[in-house]
């Protein structure tokens, strides 16, 4: 089956500095990987999302990239603002026959502080 | 629209009880996704369903869990003779296509423990 792992575990940066989360994937038939932010308390609310075709993807100042050789895709976020604080998750989907289900990291914990 | 939703929110079990969560998905979506979540961990996935069928139950324990999504009504993920081992967090997840081809919907998750 997939393996996701996520680094760091947790982060810590100052309101306006950007954070970068990384994830390394084990199978390389995956071929969905979205990004999920979870809040205290909170169900996982997806932000952002990049398919194998594709190479990086932007949405405001949310970023995410995908090198596929390597095995591995991060989200980048840019001048971070206090509502960032939250747990971040990596997924990858790997689908086989009609069955497919998402593979999740670790988590990043990220304290955007002011 | 309403989101996935999940109930009980909180639900509190003696060891050996029953616990029976319900999850709704979002309307119009028939593929919904059953994860539990450790304090401080990741989501572990347990099972997938469609109408009336399991997909892929590879991650349930083989013993005192289990899932059905009925025709009618709400999917339900029963745990039988709860041990303290099953205090987590599960949440309920639905796509109307399947997670290859559509997002995947969170409910807010039904916290279980377990005294």
């Known amino acids: 089956g997939e393996n996701v792992e996520q680094h760091p575990s947790t982060l810590s940066v100052q309101e306006g500095d950007s954070a970068v989360i990384k994830c390394t994937y084990s199978?390389?038939?995956?071929?969905?990987f979205p990004w999920y932010k979870q809040e205290l308390g909170k169900g996982p609310q997806l932000i952002i999302d990049?398919?194998?075709?594709?190479g990086e993807k932007k949405d405001q100042r949310i970023a995410v990239t995908l090198n596929k050789t390597a095995k591995h895709f991060s989200l980048h976020i840019t001048e971070t603002q206090p509502e960032d604080s939250a747990v971040y998750f990596c997924a990858a989907c790997l689908s086989s026959g009609t069955a497919s289900k998402l593979t999740f990291g670790t988590g990043t914990r990220l304290q955007v502080t002011l | 629209n309403a989101g996935v939703m999940q109930n009980p929110r909180h639900l509190v079990r003696r060891r050996g009880q029953e616990a029976r969560l319900r999850c709704s998905p979002m309307k119009g979506h028939s593929h919904v996704y059953w994860y539990r979540q450790l304090p401080e961990e990741g989501l572990k996935f347990m099972v997938y369903?469609?109408?009336?069928?399991?997909?892929?139950e590879s991650g349930m324990p083989k013993e005192r869990f289990s899932a059905e999504f009925p025709k009618e009504g709400p999917s339900i993920l029963r745990i039988q003779q709860v041990v303290r081992g099953d205090s987590a967090a599960y949440f309920c997840?639905?796509?109307?296509?399947?997670?290859?081809?559509?997002?995947?919907?969170f409910g807010e998750g039904s916290r279980l423990t377990v005294l």
């Open positions: 199978d390389s038939a995956s071929n969905y």
């Open positions: 997840a639905s796509s109307p296509t399947g997670v290859n081809t559509g997002e995947l919907f």
């Open positions: 990049i398919r194998s075709n594709v």
């Open positions: 369903l469609q109408k009336e069928n399991i997909i892929d």
